[in-house]
């Protein structure tokens, strides 16, 4: 029997298949899938490259741990919201206690549970079985290949995004002035001695020289070193790539590849996080100087109540039959904002726009 149509083989192959499958969940419920085509061949490499990376299963399996993990989430969030993890349900898990957790999920908390423990079964049982077999094990030269192909499709792109791409456009322009040029060559023949005149007095473009505080400046008060001045004036040298050797790759869409895509979702939730943290820095500093213009020595009270996450039609203080705010009813000198809609769906980013002046676009 062939080494690849060992049973542990195509196990391991098909456990890998069906995780990278999880983006195509959808078609079961049947939503269509946006960009299949891009995120199938971004699979593709990706595994590739992995694999002729790490050359044996049994060493990159632990690094597809937390996708595992999270496959439970991912069938859940589709099942019942229509969409995969997101950075933003990442800040929501992160934020949640095991005690809301458990209210919001109330009786499928069990169900989820089931499915996490198969999961992780699910995962050991890959490990063990790429121990014992060697069949998977890509020692081949041809893994080289597959490397120095990546390399150079990343360092392309990595080209592309800091010095430019050319566009098919441009290219037609060229190829129209390289053609004028040919034809108004025998007049600049004729006029090349006033040329030469004229040239004496006026600088071309190679010619003049910028300095250097003004070429490479202090951005925020921050001083540029001497690497980053030297790359400055290096950019604008360096040609652009071709039109034709542009990669077709962008984060966003490799984010909803699977497993690969949650390294890009992690990278941003910490982002994400530092940036809060500066907020809450930020936040910590400021002070309204605000001031009390009645009698200092009599203590005020001041209760506001942010009906954020309740509909404002189940509150009997807005009308509704049922007696569900008896108290509050009672109360003299309250205010009930009647006619309020949030912003966003979720608390953690629709309360700080309630309490500030901040825009509703600018949520996140």
């Known amino acids: 029997m062939p080494p690849l149509l060992q049973p542990a083989a195509i196990y391991i192959v098909v456990s890998y298949f069906l995780l990278s499958a999880l983006p195509f969940f959808s078609l079961l419920l049947d939503k269509p899938v946006e960009q299949a085509w891009q995120i199938v061949v971004m699979e593709v490499i990706t595994w590739l ?12 399996h632990w690094l597809l741990l937390p996708a595992f993990f999270a496959v439970p989430t991912e069938i859940y969030l589709r099942l ?39 999961v992780i079964a699910w995962w050991w049982s ?33 080209y592309g995004e ?12 060229a190829k129209a002035s390289t053609s004028l040029s040919a034809s108004t060559s025998v007049s600049e023949e004729e006029d090349e001695d006033e040329d030469d005149d004229s040239s004496t007095s006026a600088p071309t473009a ?26 400055n004036q290096l950019l604008p040298t360096l040609p652009k790539l071709p039109h034709w050797a542009k990669i ?23 982002n994400e996080r530092s940036y809060l943290s500066q907020l809450a820095e930020k936040s910590s500093e400021f002070h309204f100087k605000a001031s009390l213009t009645g009698d200092k020595n009599q203590p005020q009270i001041v ?10 039609d189940r509150w009997s203080l807005n009308g509704y039959e049922r007696a569900t705010n008896p108290l509050l009813k ?35």
Request: glycine content about 6%; hydrophobic content about 45%; aromatic content about 12%.
């Open 126 to 158: 890959i490990l063990k079985l790429s121990k014992r077999t060697q069949a998977l094990d890509w020692t081949h030269k041809s893994r080289w290949l597959v490397i120095i192909l990546v390399l150079c499709g990343a360092a392309t792109w990595t």
């Open 49 to 60: 490259a992995l694999w002729a990376t790490m050359k044996r299963p049994r060493w990159f």
């Open 80 to 118: 019942f919201f229509g969409q995969g993890i997101s950075t933003h349900h990442l800040g929501i898990i992160a934020e949640t206690s095991p005690k809301e957790a458990l209210e919001f999920l109330g009786n499928k908390v069990w169900l989820l549970l089931a499915v996490s423990i198969t």
């Open 206 to 231: 190679a010619s003049i020289s910028v300095p250097a505080s003004v070429s490479a400046p202090s951005v925020a008060g921050k001083k540029i070193t001497f690497y980053e001045k030297a790359w």
């Open 248 to 270: 077709p790759y962008d984060e966003e869409t490799f984010a909803r590849t699977w497993p690969f895509g949650l390294v890009i979702r992690g990278k941003d939730f910490w």
């Open 330 to 364: 009672q109360e003299s000198k309250l205010v009930s904002f009647t006619d309020v809609v949030t912003a966003v769906s979720a608390t953690r980013l629709s309360v700080p726009i309630i309490v500030s002046r901040k825009p509703a676009a600018q949520s996140l």
């Open 162 to 173: 800091q010095i430019g791409i050319a566009s098919a456009s441009a290219k037609a322009s």
């Open 303 to 312: 209760v506001m109540v942010i009906g954020e996450s309740s509909r404002y």
